[in-house]
């Protein structure tokens, strides 16, 4: 899944680069069109009573944005298990897909409680149906 956006303002510092914590943001932005994509929102998740936090992260910095650059997030599942799943990212500058960050994030699924459950089953359908 590629999702476009463009940096704004508010996510540079003085020098116009975008800030180091802004690709986070950007991950989240890659990963909800991704579920949505899936036919899955974090909304409707939410609402069924299953909540995916971010268990751990990873980001390689390998060249900046600027304000107004126009960015593509391409966002994959990794990887799945019983109870885990992690996102992969690469965000490319759009005008020579030049790669400027890859990373990942790890999730796993709670219910409402705070305990670990499976993956849903609904959600597992649809991701086979997505690596096919």
């Known amino acids: 899944m590629i999702t476009e ?7 540079t510092d003085k020098m116009s680069v975008v800030h180091h914590s802004v690709y986070f943001h950007w991950f989240e932005v890659g990963r909800t069109e991704l579920m949505r994509s899936l036919g899955m929102s974090y909304k409707e998740m939410e609402e069924s009573g299953v909540i995916i936090p ?6 390689k910095y390998i060249a900046p944005a600027a304000y107004d ?7 994959e599942i990794k990887e799945k298990s019983r109870v885990t799943i992690t996102f992969d990212y690469q965000i490319t500058k759009k005008k020579n897909n030049k790669v ?15 305990k670990i459950i499976e993956l849903p089953k ?4 649809q991701i086979k149906k997505h690596e096919k």
Do not use: A
């Not at 650059?69 to 966002?75: A, H, S």
């Open 122 to 125: 609904d959600f597992l359908k």
């Open 5 to 11: 956006e463009r940096v704004r303002y508010v996510e």
């Open 54 to 59: 971010v268990i751990e992260t990873h980001c």
């Open 100 to 114: 400027l960050v890859k990373g990942w994030t790890k999730h796993t699924f709670i219910n409402q409680e705070g």
């Open 69 to 75: 650059d126009i960015i593509l997030i391409k966002t």
